[in-house]
């Protein structure tokens, strides 16, 4: 099937999902928890042949986000299921007012429609995404990254015969059959087809959808996440807490790459912290230094560009700064808006940094780690959004809806 | 200054507003007003040499809308004021959570950071959206078009006035000095330097931003509703509501372009819609009609194109239908996703509508002209949103605000 025609399907059948109740809803869930628990062999054969295709041209680190196992399968039903408990987005009255008139507002959420999303190596995001968007009442059209597309492709049949099984159709779960550019470009160009477009990956597409998107889109997920170390910092929480900033998972948006350290403790603090992240370690963290860090602690020099890179790598860039106004300056210039995080013991010192930051996760003495749907209580996450409109941070199943408007008269004009 | 350079000033200095409390917001927005009526003379001298120059081009209604008086130049300070008498949208904690690891996560809205608006030719429209941007903490840049560009600047000159005589940057509300398609093209592309784009306008300016936006972008206006008469309807009601949505401003975006009546009473219907709108009528409303209704009443016969079409003016498009879902599904292909409304005393088939009609405002015995800020109990308006992004229907104070998260920890790791 073409793109075109796959959008059309979606586009036809999605109002018969917004109206369904959260019974019907989570029956479909778990009836697609059910279909990939009893269909693991065929999902894991896809994926052998994707292994395969892709041994010689993925990084270890990529081949490892690429494999499944029956545990991963499992895990995946798992979380087909967790989205089944979680609380119903849709149909929920955000506002209710009686105006002077008699007009009975209601503002009530709804879903977007058909929600899109573009991704890339990780076939679980296949059913993750999948979930949510039957959860929060929208059809939603997948397009998975070449490496990954017959696991994919697997899992959508998969999810497909679960929704039959219940008597929902197929194609309020479909994957588009093109892992070419074009499909992606048509996508984004579906304008009265995508209600949402989620792009879920490296910076290049991301870059690539807010150059071509027509239709309305939310950047995801590039994090060049700070953390600011300042003079009044517990400098103990400190080495714990950029310890694993940086190296709890070093691939994920939320980890870490840039630590910015308070002049007055900087002789104090960088050997203390080149103990912790280089000596210490089995796995050491490369520390790319600006000339005053370099002056005080053994390093690779940095240039301009690590200071807006995102590693994703046992590599951390290091500066130091005269001031937290300094340090939310860099910030401000440097940072990709996902998470910062300030390590002070002043309050007053962590209210400004709250304030001043503009980010989507700004943090007081803990990991930039946290920024999660399920670190946040949200139950689950379609990626995190790291623009302002609609949604900000992790995004869970709130943020797959819109509202309307409903008003009820007896016959007023205006 | 280029267009380029007045969003670097905004991007600058919009930290300055989000940071500043209530109070000061209100007393710039006082100033505002203040300032204003200081200067009435200057801006009456600017409008008139917009109108003498536009007395040739441009329609008388299009002259009203651009035309200014002592009294619209007050009724624009009295808005200010009314703008600051509304409860601040920025700081307000939006959700709070202790996570069993101690970490406590705050949801708080904050400002956008810079919106740009491109309009046409409303020069009130320049107060409105200054003093909204300022209440919200947002800079703003604003472009207006060429037929009221004298008008605007003199009040941007004026609200700068304003701003500085309370210490407050009059870079905050700036105006765009180019009025070719260039700067709205420059503004649509500013990534980086503007948070949010709102178009206000007609149809031609609302379809260049979706194509061409890379910055996020909302959807206003356009607005092609339309009331179903059930065939349970109060049929007294139907004609006072459709001649209110109608007739009552036809130029604006919420009013009625399309009837839609169920077959089983057009035979008894249609010809009090015809006495009522055509007949008792000194500005008689032309009817356009497709064949069924054409075979009861006279009028005009409806081409494809009418059903399609935001006439703006005494013109109504009218169909016969067989049933409320035929009505909803003509809705679903025909509508904006504005404003819709059913007449009828069947409350099973006003839920049905409700529910399965993908607008912004969906109406129960009530007229479209409802669908504004005002009416809405917002105290205000930046527009009306007819996407499900971020804001749908009309946008307030809130609806020009983002949100971050805070979050604060006493070491916590992952």
Redesign the interface.
């Known amino acids: 099937m073409t793109t075109q025609d796959i959008l059309k399907q979606a586009k036809g059948c999605c109002?018969i999902l917004?109206?369904a109740d959260t019974e019907t809803k989570n029956r479909a869930l778990h009836s697609m928890a059910d279909a990939l628990i009893a269909n693991i062999p065929a999902i894991l054969q896809a994926n052998e042949m994707d292994m395969s295709a892709a041994k010689d041209t993925l990084s270890p680190s990529m081949l490892d986000r690429l494999a499944l196992t029956t545990q991963r399968i499992e895990a995946m039903a798992d979380g087909i299921r967790q989205v089944a408990q979680l609380p119903d987005p849709v149909g929920k009255v955000l506002r209710q007012?009686q105006?002077p008139n008699g007009?009975i507002?209601e503002r009530k959420s709804?879903p977007?429609?058909v929600v899109a999303i573009i991704y890339e190596s990780r076939p679980n995001v296949t059913s993750d995404a999948a979930a949510l968007a039957i959860k929060s009442g929208n059809a939603c059209v997948l397009r998975s990254g070449k490496d990954a597309f017959r696991s994919a492709n697997a899992i959508v049949n998969i999810l497909q015969l679960g929704l039959l099984q219940v008597g929902i159709p197929g194609a309020l779960v479909q994957l588009v059959q093109d892992t070419t550019r074009e499909s992606a470009r048509e996508l984004m160009t579906a304008?009265g087809y995508v209600?949402?477009l989620i792009p879920r990956g490296g910076a290049g597409l991301i870059q690539n959808c807010?150059?071509n998107a027509?239709v309305?889109c939310?950047q995801t997920g590039t994090g060049i996440c700070h953390i600011y170390v300042d003079k009044e910092a517990?400098q103990s929480?400190a080495l714990?807490?950029i310890?694993?900033?940086k190296t709890?998972r070093p691939s994920v948006c939320n980890a870490m790459e840039v630590c910015l350290v308070h002049r007055d403790i900087a002789e104090e603090f960088l050997p203390k912290l080149h103990k912790r992240l280089v000596l210490d370690r089995q796995q050491p963290v490369q520390l790319r230094l600006d000339s005053s860090a370099a002056a005080i602690i053994p390093g690779i020099p940095a240039n301009e560009a690590d200071f807006d890179t995102e590693f994703l790598d046992y590599i951390l860039a290091v500066a130091v700064v005269d001031s937290p106004e300094q340090a939310i300056a860099h910030i401000g210039q440097h940072s990709t808006g996902h998470s910062e995080a300030i390590i002070t013991e002043n309050a007053q010192t962590?209210n400004c940094f709250?304030?001043?930051v503009?980010?989507?996760?700004?943090?007081?003495?803990?990991?930039t780690?946290?920024?999660d749907g399920g670190?946040?209580?949200l139950g689950c996450e379609m990626g995190i959004s790291t623009?302002?409109?609609?949604a900000?941070?992790p995004m869970g199943l709130e943020e797959l809806c819109?509202?309307?408007?409903?008003?009820?008269?007896?016959?007023?004009?205006?």
């Open positions: 109002s917004a109206a007012v105006r007009l507002i709804v977007m429609g304008v209600d949402l807010v150059e027509r309305p939310i517990d929480k714990d807490i310890e694993n900033a709890s962590a709250t304030q001043m503009d980010s989507a996760a700004v943090y007081v003495n803990c990991s780690r946290f920024t670190e946040f209580g623009q302002k409109l609609h900000r941070g819109s509202y309307k408007y409903v008003i009820r008269g007896n016959g007023q004009i205006r």
